[in-house]
């Protein structure tokens, strides 16, 4: 069976597609096997004989011999026999050739052959991956397109880093090098594998620190959480079981040699290190400085908000630019945090002439009232202190919404 080239394709599939030895010799067999009950009826009475070394396969067919044929598959008269060292009931055995198959059997040989393979390489290349998910890959760009980057392994396999997982602003050219993080790999109908990489995912983060951080790696450190806002901040809480070990100095580095490395991976990603403490209030203290607290009130098991007390000019600092900041801290914790003024002894008179936002509910509608409180005005005089801009961005509110809420607040002051 010269002509199916048995030695020549299995040194590339071993080279290229990695199959073994025994699965290939398998994968051959089955696939003869199946032409021949295609062929004859059945291949229970075949013997088939692979050689990959010497790259040839030879396949005979085992016949009893009788006086008269009942089953022509498994039987052969003795009579049709050109050698007369048969008797009856011996067995005859034919070497079948390719050309015995026909065009349309070789065809189907080939056919089957090369789906089998296809099968057995992406069976591989998906136990490859789904082994590595969460781990960092490290890849060059061969195609961008505007959902998805296109990433090849240095086998020529293709990985997928959707615009969804792409740090915002990033943008990536033919022949970069990118690092990123192993999210997922799927199987959709019986394609190649579905692999898709990430870098706005928190275990990105979290790898990257394992890398630059000898004490992380070794389990000295631990980190025990870290959230994301991609491309704007970040915070990892750490812990160290060495108390001769500083946690946080040690993610950080000698003049932040180590963290560096990771915000400019990140493209400039401001990133907190902090301490990780069980104590739900120090955790936000934490969180949250250089702001300082006035007072927490965590509330109830079952309360899903947490209001933390500030000062009005610590108000800006816990929250953060666009309040992210405060946002943050609040995933760290698992809970969304409120932040409320709180003024000091000597202004508590001029407080009690100053309204609650609540009091004007009637007037402005309740979810504009709680993206204020949510930037820290729960008063009028605490929104009329600021700009209009200002509170457009940070509240994320229309020029024109933010305009009538200021009318209202300053026709309530008005009228007194």
């Known amino acids: 069976m010269e002509k199916i ?19 290939m010799m ?21 013997d088939i004989i692979i050689n990959i070394d010497k790259g040839d396969c030879e396949i005979y067919w ?15 008269a003795l009579a049709d026999l050109e050698d007369d060292d048969y008797e009856i009931g011996e067995t005859f055995a034919k070497k079948i050739e390719l050309k015995d198959f026909g065009r349309r059997g070789i065809l189907n040989i080939r056919q089957n052959l090369q789906g089998r393979i296809m099968d057995i390489e992406k069976a591989n290349l998906y136990n490859k991956y789904v082994g590595k998910i969460g781990e960092i890959f490290t890849g060059e760009v061969y195609q961008t397109w505007a959902k998805e980057v296109l990433i090849l392994d240095e086998d020529g396999n293709e990985l997928r880093l959707p615009k969804s997982e792409q740090i915002p602003g990033e943008h990536f050219k033919k022949n970069d090098t990118v690092r990123a993080i192993i999210k997922s790999v799927e199987m959709k109908n019986n394609t190649t594998p579905y692999i898709v990489l990430s870098r706005t995912s928190p275990e990105f983060l979290e790898k990257l620190f394992e890398q630059e951080v000898p004490e992380i790696y070794d389990g000295l450190i631990t980190i025990k959480k870290v959230v994301r806002v991609p491309g704007e901040r ?14 946080i100095g040690a993610c950080i580095g000698v003049k932040g040699s180590r963290i560096i490395g990771i915000v400019r991976e990140l493209r400039n990603e401001n990133i907190d290190v902090l301490q990780w403490t069980n104590n739900t209030q120090l955790l936000i203290q934490r969180a949250l400085n250089p702001a300082k607290i006035s007072s927490i009130v965590l509330g109830g098991p079952e309360e899903e908000k947490i209001k933390v007390y500030m000062l009005p000019d610590e108000v800006k600092k816990g929250i953060g630019k666009g309040g992210c900041n405060i946002r943050l801290a609040g995933m760290l914790v698992g809970k969304e945090i409120e932040v409320w003024r709180e003024l000091p002894k000597d202004e508590i008179d001029e407080e009690e002439e100053d309204v609650l936002l609540v009091e004007f509910n009637d007037v402005i509608e309740d979810w504009i009232i709680e993206k204020l409180q949510h930037i820290g005005c729960d008063t009028a005089k605490s929104v009329l202190a600021l700009s209009a801009e200002d509170i457009a961005k940070r509240a994320d509110l229309e020029d ?17």
């Not at 398998?26 to 075949?46: H, M, P």
């Not at 970040?234 to 946690?247: F, G, L, Q, T």
């Not at 919404?401 to 200021?406: A, P």
């Open 5 to 23: 080239g048995l030695k020549d394709a299995f040194a590339e599939f071993k080279n290229q597609k990695n199959i073994d030895r025994p699965t």
């Open 234 to 247: 970040a915070k990892v809480a750490v812990e160290s079981y060495d108390e001769r070990i500083d946690p």
């Open 62 to 76: 085992n016949r009893e011999v009788v006086e008269e044929v009942e089953d022509p598959n498994t039987q052969i």
């Open 26 to 46: 398998g994968v051959l067999e089955d696939v003869f096997r199946t032409q021949i009950t295609k062929t004859y009826g059945s291949a229970d009475n075949f």
């Open 400 to 416: 024109e919404t933010v305009e009538e809420i200021l009318d209202i607040l300053r026709a309530e002051f008005e009228d007194e």
